[in-house]
């Protein structure tokens, strides 16, 4: 079965230092995988995803995730963190039916705090 | 493009009541999705569309109703609304499934059942 465990749901960090939001997938198949954000009272949008080229994804607002097979992680990671990298953060993995239906499993989410 | 709508942004409504949750995009995309989002457990999807005039459950369906008569809508309707029921809901669209495609989402509606 496919499970996303993020490993923290709340991450503080000060303005210009580096970010990290860790996240353990379980799949039985080689999965896709996403980062989600969501702002105060906005929708999600996508940070940038996993689809079995490289390993190391580069996504929006200088964020990248690195694919460890090995580890089954898909850590997010920043530099430098701005104040408006503030915002709540999902990891999703993909799971695919049959009927050619593709599921979203969501993370609890981890929030971020960027303090100044 | 304004991508993918939802109305109303925010609704109160009484144990009991119903309402109807409108989703609407532009995208010309054969799959929609609703979304519940609750504090500390990610988003579970309520029911999806393949296309129009097709409808499926998704984990969490009970006590929801949906339709999709036109391709670029898909309503979401509670027929008699629970204090369970008070969430944030998201609508989602894409173009096609397989798993390397994102769903794009809209802005939500915060829902609060007294």
């Known amino acids: 079965a496919q499970s996303v465990t993020q490993l923290d749901s709340h991450v503080s960090v000060s303005e210009g230092t580096p970010v990290l939001l860790r996240c353990n997938y379980s799949s039985s198949y080689s999965p896709s995988l996403f980062w989600y954000v969501q702002h105060p009272n906005k929708g999600l949008q996508l940070l940038l995803k996993?689809?079995?080229?490289?390993?190391l994804v580069k996504g929006i607002n200088g964020f990248e995730a690195e694919f460890k097979k090995s580890e089954t992680s898909f850590h997010l990671t920043k530099p430098s963190a701005h104040m408006s990298d503030a915002a709540e953060y999902f990891c999703?993995?993909?799971?695919?039916?049959?009927?050619?239906?593709?599921?979203?499993?969501f993370g609890a989410g981890t929030r971020l705090a960027v303090h100044p | 493009n304004a991508g993918v709508t939802q109305t109303p942004k925010f609704r109160v409504l009484k144990t009991g009541q119903s309402m109807t949750l409108l989703c609407a995009q532009d995208?010309?995309?054969?799959?929609m999705y609703w979304y519940r989002q609750d504090p500390g457990m990610g988003l579970r999807l309520i029911h999806y569309?393949?296309?129009?005039?097709?409808?499926a459950k998704g984990e969490v369906p009970d006590g929801y109703n949906v339709s999709r008569l036109k391709k670029q809508n898909f309503l979401l309707g509670l027929e008699s609304a629970a204090p369970s029921q008070t969430s944030v809901y998201f609508c989602?669209?894409?173009?096609?499934?397989?798993?390397?495609?994102?769903?794009?989402f809209g802005p939500g509606t915060r829902l609060t059942v007294l």
């Open positions: 996993y689809t079995s080229a490289a390993t």
């Open positions: 995208m010309n995309h054969e799959y």
């Open positions: 999703v993995v993909t799971l695919m039916f049959s009927g050619g239906y593709n599921k979203l499993i």
């Open positions: 569309s393949v296309g129009e005039g097709t409808t």
């Open positions: 989602a669209s894409s173009p096609t499934s397989g798993g390397a495609l994102e769903q794009f």
